[in-house]
C-alpha cells in the first residue's frame, strides 16, 4: 500500500506566456505507516506536488497511483482518491466556515457519505487525536486561537479517515508547543498506521522525523532516500535552498578536531558522544 | 479540472504603441466622442467609416487581432439575441415567411444595425482598456471629474477605489482557488447538481473568503494609515499626465471624425 508517483511533470498554463514549468520528472514512493518529507527551497514544487498526491491538479506527464488507483479524471478515481489521501495545506485555518466546532470537523465525512450513526465517533476521535476537548465542540471556531485553530483545521481532514496525510508547512506560524503538539499528533498518526507525507523547510525536522526524505530542486527530484544518506549528501554538496542543521556542523567541527562522534543532529545522542570520547 | 486559471482580467496588452503612448484623458474622451458617433449612423456609409477607423486603430496600437475579438465574447449572446428580436419582431415589407414566422425587409437592416452598433461599441471601448494601464485609466478618470470636486464629488476617492479593486482581483482569485482547493479537498462538490445545489455548495468558499478579504481591507488600510495616507488633498503623483501636441490632435481628429461621419452618413440615406 503506497503513493506511487512516477515521473511527475506538471506545467502551469501550457501554451500562454504564464507558463511555468513547476515540476520535472518527480518520482517517490510513500507507504503507508511512513513518513515521508519534502524539502526544498522556495519555489521547487513542494505545493504544487502536494496537489497531485490527490488529484487536486493532474499530471501534465507521468503518474501518480495511490494504492492502485491510478489519480486521472473521470470513474470517480478521483474522488476516491480525495478520501484516502487528506490534504492540509498552508494556514489551513483559513478553510474554516461553519458555525460550531463540531459542524466544522463534520463537513468532510457527511460530504464522504459517512452514515450518521458513525460520525459523532469519527468526530470526536479526529477532535480526541488533535486534543481539543468536549468542552469546545460547541465553541464558534472563528472564536479560537490560532493554534486551537489550527488543530480543528486538522481534525476536520482526519475526521473523513485517510489513510495518507499530507501537510503543507503545518508547523509554519505555530509556537514552540504548538509544534511539538502537532508532530507528535503526526508521529501518532504514523503509529497508527497512516503514510505521513510532510512537506517543509525545516531540515532538522525532516533529518529528525522522517523515513524517507525527498529533495527537490527546481521541480526536480534532486535527492531521494534515508535520512542519513541525505545528511551524508548535504556535506558533500550544497543543495540550493537547504542549510545544513547546526548540531550537525558542530559534530562535523568536533570531528575535525579529532573527537570521536558520529554526524548527528540530535543533540543527546552528541552529548553522549562526547562524553565517551573523553573515555569516561 | 479548470478552476478559475483561464481567467484574464484587467486585459490591459502591455505593449509600445503610438495608441498606448496617448494621455488617457485623451483617449477616454475621443472614445466617448466615437461612442456617440457609433450610436448616431444608420446606414452603410456609416458603418464602413467606423470599421475602417477602428481597423486603423487597431494596427497603430499593436495589439494582437486575437485579444480585440476575444472584447466582444462576453457579450456575444446579447449581440446575438438582440439582433434575432429585431429580425423577426419588426414590422414591415415582408422579404419571406414561413409559417407564422415573418422576416421583413425592415427587420432585417434593424438587426443588422443593432448588431453592428453594438460589436463596434463594445470593442471601441475595449480598445481603450486594452491599450489603457488601469492605473492610467484611474488617474485620467480622476483627473477628468476633478472638476466636480467643488461641488463635493468625490473624483479622487472613486479613482483609488478602483485602483485598489483592481489591484486585488488577481489576489482574490488566487485566495478564491485555494479555497475551493482545499474544500474539495475535504470533499465538498463544487460542480454537480441544479443551481440552489451550487450555491448551497458554495458556502463553504464564500464565508472564508469573505473572512479574507476584511482581513485583506484592514491590512491595506493600516498600510496606507502608515504611509500617511490622508487622501487626495496635496498628493503627488509618481506619473504625472501630460498632455501633448499628439493628445490635441488625436482628440480633434476623434470629435471631427465623429461628425464627418454621422454627417455623411445621414446624407447618404437621404433619398
Ligand atoms: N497557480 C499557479 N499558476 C502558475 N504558476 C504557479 C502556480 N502555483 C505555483 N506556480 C509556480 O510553480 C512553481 C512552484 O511553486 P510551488 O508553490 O509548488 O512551490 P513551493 O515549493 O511550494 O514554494 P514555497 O516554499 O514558497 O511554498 C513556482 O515557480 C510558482 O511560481
Ligand atoms: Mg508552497
Redesign the interface.
Known sequence: MSIDVKGLVHV??PGTPLETKALDGVSFKAEKGSWVAVVGHTGSGKSTLA?HL?G?L?PTEGSVSVDGIEVR?GEGSL?KV??KV??V?QY?E????EETVFKEVS??PR??GIPADTLKDRVEEALGLVGIGSDLYEANP?RLSGGQKRRVAIA??LS?GPDYLVLDEPTAGLDSPGRRQLLDLLSNLKALGRGIIHITHDMELALGLADMILVLDEGRSSLWGRPDIILGELIERDVRGLVIPDMVRFAGRLRDLGFEVPLTWEPPVLAEAIYRSQGR | MRFLNNMTLGQYVPVESLVHHLDPRCKIVGVLFCLVGVFMVKGPLGFLMWGLLFLLLVSASRVPARLVLSTVRPVWILVAFTAVIHLFFTRGEPLFSWGIVEITREGAVMAARMGLRLVLLVMYAGLLTLTTSPTELADGLESLFSPFRRFGFPAHELAMMMTIALRFIPTLLNETERIMKAQIARGAELERGGPLRRLRAFIPVLVPLFVIVFQRADDLATAMEARNYTGGEGRSRMHPLKWSVRDTTALLFSVIFSFAAVFLDGRALLP
Open positions: 502551469y498554463h496537489q490527490n487536486l493532474l479524471q474522488r480525495r478520501q487528506g490534504l495545506f489551513p483559513q478553510q474554516l466556515f463537513f468532510g460530504n464522504w472563528f476536520s481532514v473523513s
